[in-house]
């Protein structure tokens, strides 16, 4: 949520593309490894292309809980209101 | 900052006109390219296949051209344009027939042949099947080359509407963590995050994916451009020669080429006249024993009058770039689970298509851009108790 808040200081393209550069590093390594061996290769190939469909996951599951948070902040404002 | 925002202007311009024009299109794509990522399996859970007989490993293989012989008895009035092992099932062989040697063979006949005793097993009709439809949705929409390189256009412009996207990902992220979602905001805030999220997420996958797609719809066009450079260029003392009326043995050119080639293994026969030898000879087309170069082929051309190996080469660059990109657009190279996340994958990337065209009709809608109603919204909830 501050994130979002305006004034907050500007990323940088370091910032910004930090996390996508390494996926896409990862998801190239997962792409050709199953193409140059069987095996481990095929393994390592599972678990890079993995990646990117977890952190998609994890980035939504956080999400959640920081409305959770919100939700019970508000609910605790409104009980103050009504004390 | 003006001349770097013009330029960012003229990047949302491509990524959204790109994919205007392929959404539609990538979404049929995506959908049927789903069930065709198992279709192996699809096909055995709706369809009965005669098993060929077990055999223990070493057994040697029948003699290829009794194979064949029972294989033309059971489809007359065919003739043999390749004869294939069986890459999923070594005790079958598979003929591939059609009703002349000059005619286009995507509309040729499997005959199943046992690869141990030679016997007929099935010669199934799959033009019916579930899997036969998607993949002709799926390669040419039943409209042929013309649709094969329509969708092979739309293919380019899903590329450029994602590395457009990667651009204009920057300035959408400028405030934002990585991965924010902002689950409390109304549907456009929500699935704005959703399409950043997931598509930078997968940005690799879908290049992969989409542009060894667009290799794969100029296969026909490689192959065209193959037979008449190197195939030619190999057979050139044969072009005036009649073509072959008694070919000598199959299993005898098939000998003689793994001799040429003794750390190879055959992929399959193309017989003389068929598109992938010249009327003179057998290409006999070897693969390589890791899993790298079973992908790639070299073809041995045996004279079919004679018998004797006329020329062996590797593959020009162009031939071996679509077989290398076959397997990265079909996911089928890393057993069952490279498929199921394959499959995955896919699912997200249509939800990256439905969420971005939902934005695109938002903002035609109210007339507005998203960034302006981002800000409206951005607005509105400044709200205290919201943002606190």
Redesign the interface.
């Known amino acids: 949520?501050t994130?979002?808040?305006?004034g907050?200081r500007?990323?940088t393209?370091g910032?910004?593309?930090?996390?996508?550069l390494l996926?896409?590093l990862l998801?190239?390594i997962g792409?050709v490894s199953?193409?140059?061996?069987?095996g481990i290769?095929?393994s390592v190939?599972?678990v890079m292309?993995?990646f990117?469909?977890l952190?998609?996951v994890?980035?939504?599951r956080?999400?959640?809980k920081?409305?959770r948070l919100?939700i019970d902040?508000?609910a605790e404002?409104f009980s103050e209101l009504g004390a | 900052m003006a001349s770097a925002s013009s330029s960012l202007r003229k990047w949302a311009w491509v990524h959204k006109w790109s994919s205007i024009v392929c959404t539609a299109f990538m979404l049929l794509l995506c959908i049927t390219g789903l069930p065709l990522i198992f279709h192996e399996e699809i096909d055995d859970l709706l369809h009965e296949q005669v098993k060929a007989g077990q055999v223990p490993e070493g057994t040697p293989l029948v003699d290829l051209d009794r194979a064949v012989a029972s294989g033309l008895a059971a489809a007359p009035k065919q003739v043999a344009h390749f004869l294939i092992w069986d890459p999923d099932d070594a005790n079958s062989l598979l003929l591939s027939v059609g009703p002349s040697i000059d005619v286009n063979p995507t509309d040729n006949r499997i005959i199943r042949v046992d690869a141990h005793t030679g016997t007929f097993l099935d010669a199934p009709d799959v033009t019916g099947r579930f899997t036969y439809i998607m993949l002709k949705l799926h390669t040419d929409m039943f409209a042929g080359l013309p649709g094969k390189l329509f969708l092979g256009l739309m293919g380019i412009l899903f590329c450029a509407a994602i590395v457009s996207g990667v651009v204009v990902y920057a300035p959408s992220m400028r405030k934002l963590n990585f991965g924010a979602y902002r689950r409390e905001r109304p549907r456009i805030v929500r699935w704005l995050d959703l399409h950043n999220l997931a598509g930078i997420l997968l940005v690799v996958w879908m290049l992969a994916v989409g542009f060894t797609g667009v290799i794969n719809t100029w296969a026909d066009l490689v192959i065209k451009v193959w037979q008449f450079g190197q195939l030619a260029e190999m057979t050139s003392q044969y072009a005036d020669r009649p073509p072959v009326t008694q070919p000598t043995s199959l299993t005898a050119a098939v000998a003689t080429a793994q001799q040429a080639q003794p750390d190879m293994k055959p992929a399959f026969v193309a017989f003389p006249g068929s598109i992938f030898s010249s009327k003179s000879h057998y290409g006999v087309f070897m693969r390589g024993n890791t899993p790298l170069t079973a992908k790639l082929l070299k073809p041995a051309l045996i004279d079919a009058a004679t018998g004797k190996l006329t020329d062996t080469r590797n593959l020009p660059w162009y031939v071996t770039a679509l077989l290398i990109s076959q397997p990265l657009h079909f996911g089928d190279y890393g057993g069952m689970p490279l498929k199921i996340i394959w499959a995955v994958l896919d699912v997200i990337t249509i939800v990256v298509l439905i969420t971005g065209l939902y934005l695109w009709l938002r903002r035609r809608r109210s007339g507005s851009s998203v960034e302006r109603m981002l800000a409206a919204t951005q607005a509105a909830s400044n709200d205290p108790v919201l943002t606190s």
Do not use: E, H, N
Not at chain 1, 3 to 6: C, V
Not at chain 1, 34 to 38: F, I, K, N, R
């Open positions: 949520m994130s979002a808040r305006p907050v500007r990323k393209i910032q910004i593309f930090g996390i996508p996926t896409a998801s190239a792409l199953a193409l140059v061996g069987d290769w095929d190939s599972w292309l993995l990117p469909i952190l998609c994890y980035c939504l956080q999400a959640q920081r409305v919100l902040r508000i404002a």
